[in-house]
């Protein structure tokens, strides 16, 4: 029997082990990406007369007299007494404490990686509650025409500003 034999070798087991690493540094690369890329433009036209079905209320704490951004909208409240002024994008509103107003009527639009993933209107009531030292204190009904998922809106909190969940 003078013929050769071929041995066949088993795949090596380290490829396939490199390959799943790959993928999986892979996307988590991807996952930060989006995170980072990650923008919230609040300030759009409605686009129609859609209900809001979706309510969040935050109770609400900013430095009177001091200008924040809030999902790349500008707010600022200044009280004196037992009103505040309250400026959000252009609109401006005087409210006594315990009223509510709304001060924003508008659309917001979310995307990652350049592709949008949420569109929504949405109106903002404000009610306010008074004083607390430095900080103005308002209780911010949110109301979405779609569910927007609860990180997204801690997103758009900015740093000078306290909020949780009413």
């Known amino acids: 029997m003078g013929g050769t034999m071929s041995q066949e070798t088993p795949a090596n087991p380290r490829r396939w082990h490199y390959a799943v690493i790959g993928v999986i540094v892979v996307f988590f690369i991807l996952v930060a990406a989006a995170w980072f890329s990650l923008s919230v433009v609040a300030d ?13 209320t935050y109770h609400v704490s900013v430095p009177d007299g001091k200008e924040l951004t809030i999902g790349g909208v500008p707010f600022l409240a200044v009280s004196a007494g037992d009103e505040a002024i309250v400026k959000s994008g252009e609109t401006r509103e005087r409210i006594k404490v315990n ?24 109106r903002m009531n404000v009610t306010f509650s008074g004083t607390r030292g430095e900080f103005d204190v308002f209780d911010i009904s949110l109301q979405t025409s779609s569910q927007v998922p609860s990180f997204l809106l801690d997103r758009t909190v900015p740093a000078g500003m306290a909020a949780r969940p009413a």
Do not use: F, H, M, Q
Not at 44 to 56: A, E, F, I, N, R
Not at 101 to 121: M, S, W, Y
């Open 99 to 122: 009223e509510t107003r709304t001060i924003a009527e508008r659309r917001a639009k979310v995307t990652t990686l350049g592709i949008p993933v949420i569109d929504t209107n949405y």
């Open 44 to 56: 759009l036209p409605v686009t129609s007369d859609k209900p809001y079905p979706y309510t969040v």
